[in-house]
């Protein structure tokens, strides 16, 4: 069982940046790949990024592609996305996710475990 806990979210004006953190519990986080969704209201819960289980490989959405960064630090059991130019289409709960594989996957059924979300905020 692998519990996900987000931080970092807050409001931010429109060119700003954000960096969210996502601690996971448990020993064996170097084998998981992780992942970052978001959910606007009245939208469905969207891939953002996604990094491998040993960080060598990453893969995001167009959208964000160039001006989000997802990372992990293995040592700390954590997981970052670096949000920089936010947009006001970038308000969304963001949710940290873990699968148990190591390949990355934009997939939300691909996951396994969730975090409860942090709330992200550009305003105009």
């Known amino acids: 069982q692998v519990q996900l806990v987000e931080s970092g979210g807050g409001v931010v004006q429109s060119g700003g940046s954000l960096r969210l953190s996502c601690a996971a519990s448990?020993?064996?986080?170097?084998?998981?790949?992780m992942g970052w969704f978001r959910q606007a209201p009245g939208r469905e819960r969207e891939f953002v990024a996604t990094i491998s289980a040993s960080g060598s490989g990453t893969y995001y959405t167009d959208s964000v592609a160039g001006h989000f960064t997802i990372s992990r630090d293995n040592a700390k059991n954590t997981v970052y996305l670096q949000m920089n130019s936010l947009k006001p289409e970038d308000t969304a709960v963001y949710y940290c996710a873990a699968r148990n594989d190591p390949g990355l996957a934009s997939r939300r059924d691909r996951y396994d475990y969730w975090g409860q979300g942090t709330q992200v905020t550009v305003s105009s």
């Open positions: 448990g020993r064996t986080f170097s084998s998981y790949a």
